[in-house]
């Protein structure tokens, strides 16, 4: 499987333009500037971020000298130690705040849990077998863990979101997801389409797959904009939420659907809580090797920044 997704990501990379394009924020009042260079290349919803440290955690594909897909982790001065190989699987790795873990959904049949050292704590099995494309998994405000499974609802596949319950150890559905017109007559498959899963502070779930991103409250689901793609990016990328605007590296959506950013920039995005945004930078698009992350943040940062809720009720 390993060479099969590396060549995939390889031609990823060779369809990308040849004249490098440099990652540029276009919100105003925010820069850029590189965090660490000499990164191979970031696997799809593999970059997080722990908030306490600002140290970024990023599963990358292997050195010439490597046998295997790594956990890597840049520590905010640059500086990238290399922790462990990771079972190369198509996945999703999450930071949980809370416990102070990592989880990867992209095991055998499992969801890891493991500590900031890559030891494995715990084993959870997928809540589907197939899973949704990306096992998509994120820690929600309640502390737990969720994912998204498919259902079939009036004839019509559905995602359904479902909560892990660690004791007696099963995944329990949470809301079937009745998706907004026009989405709601399209048919998705979802088990075939890459989805990414998040939550902001509130509660409040959004899922995002090629084409659409969707916010889902206790008032029901609404189509927050198109996910557009951007180039050869034909898969989604994570979703995550700052100041009450969405962010994708795939077509750079924010909230009013104005692009946030621009440049050949990788499906790998992770947001702390400071609102800094980190991206892997192409580079030369004909390697799988030298890859850089940029931290793009705000010119003026306001001295109290502590939570979501914070954040966002500084700037509304």
Known sequence: MRQVLTASLLACALLASAVHAAVTPLAPGWTAHTVATGIPFPLDNALVVDPATHDLYAITLPRPTETSVMLRRIAPDG????????????????????AHVLYWSGGDHVIEQRDLAWNLLATIPWPSDPPISGVPIAVGPDHQLHSLIQVTVGGLPVPRIVRYDPSPGVWTPETDVAMPPP???????????PVSLQFDDAGRAFISAVGFIVRVD??????????????????????????????????GFQGGGA????????????????????????GDPTTEQDKSIVVLSQQAVPARRTTWSAVKALYH
């Open 79 to 98: 500086v990238v130690t290399t922790l462990a190989p990771v079972t190369f699987g198509e996945g999703t790795l999450k930071f949980d705040p809370f």
């Open 183 to 193: 989405l709601d007559q399209l048919g998705i498959d979802f088990s075939q389409s």
């Open 218 to 251: 206790g008032s029901g689901s609404t189509q927050l904009g198109q996910q557009l793609l951007k180039g050869d990016l034909a898969v989604a990328a994570s979703l995550a939420i700052s100041l009450g605007a969405l962010y994708d590296p795939s077509g």
């Open 259 to 282: 692009p946030f950013v621009s440049g050949n920039y990788l499906g790998a995005i992770a947001i702390s809580p400071d609102a800094s945004v980190y991206v892997f930078d192409r």
